[in-house]
């Protein structure tokens, strides 16, 4: 279960906690889930120490390195001492063949499948090991903890099953994270933008360290800061550095698990520099109504943790390194038309918010420029590419919208 980059574990106190508190419960299942390299196998590492005197054997299965079903078992079955001369022709005898020899013995078990979703996504996989799952967890001596990037749908089993959303590390985690992986360093005062640079994922983080105490420290924050700044991905996934812990190469496999349509409107909804609200969102992609466009590219996104979002606000985002990986990885087709319905559908917000401005609606005005703002900031931009099709929202701007832009976006535009 060790990776090449695994440092002190800070912070998750509250996730912990939760966990522990749920195990006490008596729960079975325990499913974290979160974006890659968020932490969540680090995090059921330390779960499974605070508990280590409530069970007595472990069955760790990393799915990454499975091919498909039959290897998961003879895997779990080598681990737990049972004979496979004679293989089950058949998934469902491999299952039952597992839970009675569960039930035959008094050992108190935890099984760990690790990254789920390289079986969760998988049509030929993903139904077996949710059976699987549902048949241990049915058994006096058995935990299930399952972590995963796609979240394991399984509501009626909510009242055994604790689901933790793992989110990246808080600012004062991800402080106490650099300083515990480089001691004695003086961040001084790049300590705040190599925060806020490494976004709280903990790879970035053990990443970042690791160039500042490599080579006898010659790399200065000064010099790390400018670095992320302009070249974050190259710096971080040097060619010294294994494979599956280089952060270009890492996020760029993480979206290449999702399917090519939905890669296509992934980059698509990059075009859009801000957070956005499902309105917005079916604007640009051109989908019919807002129940199709969360349906269909929303609600799959959120529940593979490629995008994020706000319910207190209503509006969802796509993390920063993830950002940096579409655009570098993954070009955008079709740019005048995405161009097009960028601009038709935020010179819409651009005129709504300036004529609430000057009304009784200033307060939610205000509200929802504070989130627009580098929307609209970018479209002013695209005065630049103005074409036959884009120049009539330029034209609405100019007529409806001008006082508002002087006053509350002329220091972008000088």
Same mark, same amino acid.
């Given at each position: 279960?060790?990776?090449?980059?695994?440092?002190?574990?800070?912070g998750?106190?509250?996730e912990?906690?939760?966990?522990?508190?749920a195990?006490?419960?008596?729960l079975?299942?325990f499913?974290?889930?979160?974006?890659?390299?968020v932490g969540?196998?680090r995090?059921? #590492?330390?779960?499974?120490?605070? !508990?280590?005197d409530?069970?007595?054997?472990?069955?760790? !299965?990393n799915? #990454?390195?499975?091919?498909?079903?039959?290897?998961?078992y003879v895997n779990?079955c080598?681990?737990?001492?049972?004979?496979? /001369?004679?293989?089950?022709?058949d998934?469902?005898?491999?299952e039952?063949m597992l839970?009675?020899?569960?039930?035959?013995?008094? &050992?108190?078990?935890?099984?760990?499948?690790?990254?789920g979703?390289?079986?969760i996504?998988?049509?030929?996989t993903h139904?077996?090991?949710? @059976?699987l799952? =549902?048949?241990?967890? &049915?058994?006096?001596?058995v935990?299930?903890?399952?972590?995963s990037?796609?979240?394991f +749908?399984?509501?009626?089993?909510?009242?055994i099953y @604790?689901?933790?959303?793992?989110?990246?590390?808080?600012?004062t985690?991800?402080?106490?994270?650099l300083r515990?992986?480089?001691?004695g360093l003086?961040?001084?005062?790049?300590?705040?933008?190599?925060?806020?640079?490494?976004?709280?994922?903990?790879?970035?983080?053990?990443?970042i360290t690791?160039?500042l105490?490599?080579?006898?420290? =010659?790399?200065?924050p #000064?010099?790390m800061?400018q670095?992320?700044?302009e070249y974050?991905?190259k710096?971080?996934?040097?060619e010294f550095?294994?494979? /599956?812990?280089?952060?270009?190469?890492?996020?760029?496999?993480?979206i290449?698990?999702?399917?090519?349509?939905?890669?296509?409107?992934?980059?698509?909804?990059d075009?859009?520099?801000?957070?956005f609200?499902?309105e917005?969102?079916?604007?640009?992609?051109?989908?019919?109504?807002?129940?199709?466009? #969360?349906?269909?590219?929303l609600?799959? &996104?959120?529940?593979? @943790?490629?995008?994020?979002?706000?319910?207190?606000?209503r509006?969802?985002?796509?993390?920063?390194?993830l950002?940096e990986s579409? &655009?570098?990885? *993954?070009?955008?087709? @079709?740019?005048p038309? =995405?161009?097009k319905?960028?601009?038709q559908?935020?010179? /819409? !917000?651009?005129?709504?918010?300036?004529?609430?401005?000057t009304? +009784?609606?200033?307060?939610?005005?205000?509200?929802?420029?504070?989130f627009?703002?580098?929307?609209?900031?970018k479209?002013?931009?695209?005065?630049?590419?103005?074409?036959?099709?884009?120049?009539? *929202?330029?034209?609405?701007?100019?007529?409806?919208?001008?006082?508002?832009?002087?006053?509350?976006l002329a220091?972008?535009? +000088?």
């Open positions: 279960m060790e990776t090449y980059f695994e440092g002190r574990f800070v998750r106190k509250d912990l906690r939760d966990l522990q508190a195990w006490y419960k008596k079975k299942l499913g974290i889930f979160g974006m890659r390299s969540t196998s995090l059921a #590492k330390e779960f499974l120490v605070s !508990v280590s409530q069970y007595d054997e472990l069955v760790y !299965v799915l #990454k390195e499975t091919n498909d079903i039959s290897g998961m779990i080598a681990q737990m001492a049972i004979a496979v /001369e004679s293989h089950p022709n998934v469902k005898s491999w039952s839970v009675y020899t569960v039930s035959t013995r008094t &050992k108190k078990y935890v099984f760990f499948f690790d990254n979703e390289y079986f996504e998988n049509a030929n139904d077996p090991l949710q @059976h799952c =549902i048949a241990l967890i &049915k058994q006096n001596n935990n299930v903890i399952l972590t990037t796609t979240k +749908q399984l509501e009626r089993l909510r009242h @604790h689901v933790c959303e793992l989110q990246p590390l808080k600012p985690e991800t402080s106490e994270l515990a992986e480089a001691p003086d961040y001084g005062e790049y300590m705040d933008p190599i925060v806020e640079l490494s976004e709280g994922l903990p790879l970035l983080i053990l990443m690791s160039e105490r490599g080579d006898g420290g =010659i790399l200065t #000064k010099d800061t670095l992320l700044t974050r991905l710096v971080l996934s040097r550095y294994p494979e /599956e812990e280089r952060v270009a190469d890492v996020y760029r496999l993480f290449n698990r999702l399917s090519p349509v939905l890669q296509r409107r992934f980059s698509e909804l075009y859009i520099p801000g957070t609200t499902a917005e969102a079916r604007s640009l992609l051109d989908y019919p109504t807002e129940a199709v466009v #969360k349906d269909q590219v609600v799959p &996104k959120l529940r593979r @943790h490629f995008i994020t979002y706000d319910p207190a606000n509006r969802f985002n796509i993390q920063g390194i950002r579409l &655009k570098t990885f *993954f070009a955008l087709r @079709h740019i038309e =995405i161009r319905r960028f601009c559908t935020f010179t /819409e !917000v651009m005129t709504s918010i300036s004529r609430r401005f009304s +009784q609606e200033y307060a939610s005005a205000l509200v929802d420029f504070a627009e703002q580098p929307n609209l900031q479209l002013l931009l695209e005065i630049r590419y103005t074409t036959q099709d884009t120049y009539t *929202f330029f034209i609405r701007m100019a007529t409806e919208s001008t006082e508002f832009i002087e006053l509350y220091g972008f535009l +000088q």
